[in-house]
């Protein structure tokens, strides 16, 4: 199983992106979803996760601003991103607890950078 983040970039206070993390492999069934991400010198931190019933969980900072999704047929992850600010900028990974034999393992992305600048 691999999973393959993208959508990263420079943009301008305010502004707006879209990151994606699409899964590929044996992948029996997709548990919970989340995005984390970690700021030069600091520990990644989760933004947003998603189970596999729909019950979304975002850090404050980013409360009304993202928007996490998943599309389970495309075994793909959303993160929606709006009102950027330059305290967003980080590197951005995505991850994803998959069942692809008999038990569940939690599977990473390479990590998307993002940086909120003008």
């Known amino acids: 199983v691999q999973l393959q983040a993208s959508g990263g970039g420079l943009v301008e206070p305010g502004g707006s992106l879209r990151l994606s993390c699409a899964a590929s492999?044996?992948?029996?069934?997709?548990?919970?979803l989340g995005w984390y991400r970690q700021a030069p010198g600091n520990q990644r931190e989760l933004v947003a996760e998603?189970?596999?019933?729909?019950?979304?969980n975002y850090t404050d900072s980013v409360k009304g601003r993202f928007t996490i999704s998943r599309d389970n047929a495309k075994a793909t992850a959303y993160l929606q991103m709006n009102s950027l600010k330059p305290a967003d900028t980080a590197v951005y990974y995505c991850?994803?607890?998959?069942?692809?034999?008999?038990?569940?393992?939690?599977?990473w992305g390479q990590g998307t950078e993002v940086t909120v600048s003008s």
């Open positions: 998603i189970t596999s019933g729909g019950k979304i």
């Open positions: 492999g044996n992948i029996l069934y997709i548990r919970t």
């Open positions: 991850s994803m607890e998959i069942m692809s034999g008999l038990s569940f393992k939690t599977y």
